[in-house]
């Protein structure tokens, strides 16, 4: 059977991209945010997922406003990194799991989560550069992946409370799928940072901080945080935190490992928090 | 028609709520095309001719080709959308955020890297109306 061993929470700022595609992850301004990545890539070569499920948003990339889905799987054989404007980043090709996919959706509809499919999907920063972050530059990505996009542009984003019961479901999704594998669940996004407006670059370390110490033992609590609050404290793209509790409410008894914080990256907040599974 | 508005209060904020995202549909899909190369370069050759094809308002219009960062976005405008057109002109997020609110790019960057714009007194519009 397959199970969840794993969870990351991690920011997916363009720039650490850029910074590690252009060989700029030692140069001063990068280098204690990478420095920072180095325990965390140490520790997910011992957890060894086959597979990760990793929650992200697309910005405007495979998606625009013609039409907006609240939650997107891909349920391809594979993914290429998307063209954001500088061709696309030279990445590899991420690998999919059709099969595993199409059991997620058939669990996920039956569990009344009534999610979108895209059977083609450019990948864009929201999902390569958390790969970038955990495992580096390799030649070819270590795992498959699923993934699973979330609307965090257009309000009303789902509310940070569905975000955590559909994880949740996902655990069940992922745990009644009859292949023997190791499944990591990413939620990415954050963390508190404002990109619009005369508020850009806004940054709240105290709000970021209570994120992370509430998520192992009080996801609750940041469910019932309102998409006002979300926006006020954290900024207007902050709300990305949201995805972070799809992730928590994945995992049943997760145990904090390592964490990692660092301002700034380009004009956000990077946060970075890894859990283990109770057990596995 | 909308259900909460309290999200008004948050200053310089525009929530790209249902009312923007229909009123700046095709500023956004102007902006959302430059992320096909051929595209690119039919803009690069030409913006009038480019952007006739975009039935945005004069006004809409008027801040695409005055580079007008935060008129975009208070006429719809998505930052996600309009930062393809700033990666079309060469610019980072941090020229951007210093354009939108009336900083150098240097003083920008120099404020991200002292923890960025702080929070305190950048909450609600009522609180510092109500502080002077």
Redesign the interface.
Known sequence: MARIVAGVGTSHVP?IGAASDHGKDQDPYYKPLFDGYEPAREWIKKVNPDVIFLVFND???AF???V?NTFVLGVADGYNP??????PRKVPYVQGHADFSSHINESLIFDEFDIAIANQMDVDHGLTVPMTIMFGKPDAWPCQVIPFCVNV????QPTAARCLKIGRAIRKAVESYPEDLRVAVFGTGGM?H??????????????DTMFLDNLQDNPEKLANIS??EF???AG??GIELIMWLIMRGAMENPREVYRHYH??I??S?GGLICFEEAGE | MAIHTDYEDIPGTYVFNGRRCREAFQLNMFCKSLDKPENRDRFRADPTVYLDEFAMTPEQRKTIEDRDWLGMLHLGGNIYYTFKLAIFDGLSMQHVGGMMSQMTVDDFRAMMVTGGRPVQGNTSKAENAKNG
Do not use: C, W
């Open positions: 720039a910005h405007a990339s625009s406003v013609e907006i998307a063209d954001e404007g500088y061709g542009i257009k309000y009303p508190s404002q990109l619009q407006g005369e508020r850009a670059g806004l940054i709240n370390q105290e709000f998409h006002t926006m006020r404290e207007s793209e301002v700034p380009s004009n907040a």
